[in-house]
């Protein structure tokens, strides 16, 4: 194998015509990995994404080639998965109004150039999700929100509609599966790519604890921050150390690595209906 890429928590192996993704159990914020690993998660979130693969697989074709067929170092927390040319867009679906949607909206009244409401305020539902793509900028660099308009410049009007379509499907299916199982997802972004046939493949993570904004439905309460789920637990534990988002980023202490852990599995077993 050629290791082609090594990303803040992703690793990506040529293996033949084939990749190996391997998640490791690193944890970036702010497009910083911390230095201090969450010790299962390469391999809850790659379970989680190959269960989603298979909930999501009538919306949209997936890259995963096998789970079982990957390297015994790697075993558990990697995918042999199909080659892609991936799309310069990161594909982001809301469904609430938290985060940098938020802030764009307290600036513009809109988000991505789309008008909403006004008086929304933080966690506030949205009329309808919405479809709020952002670039895939290079690492160590932000990712930044642009307008469907922006997507057509870089892709096409067919494709531009295609991602919005495809996104938009994945996410109200996750949202409605994860709803039935006491699960807000607040947003989401997925990954896409052209298969050799030049077919719309999904790709990557999907609907995970990284790449998810997920709240306990239960506790739901629009106006204030939500009990998060997801990474956005470490996100608000690293700002409110007085980090400055840059690197090198600070070790976390052994109980938020726990809490963390404990929030990921929380996670897992809740939408899959598995114990880990």
Known sequence: MKLLHSGKVRDVYLDGDDLILVASDRVSVYDVALPTPIPDKGRLLTALSLWWFEQLADLVPHHVISADDVPAEFAGRAIRCRRLEMVPVECVARGYLTGSGLKEYEKTGSVCGIPLPPGLGESSILPEPIFTPTTKAPQGEHDEAITYPDVVAKVGADTAERLREITMALYLRGAEMAAERGIIVADTKFELGWAPDGTLTLADE??????????????????RPQY??????????AVGTGWDRQGPAPEMPPEVVDTARTRYVEVYERLTGRRW
Do not use: C, I, M, N
């Open 228 to 237: 998060a789920l997801s990474k956005q637990y470490v996100r608000d534990w």
């Open 206 to 223: 999907v609907l995970t604890s990284d790449s998810s904004r997920f709240w306990w439905a239960e506790s739901y309460q629009p106006g």
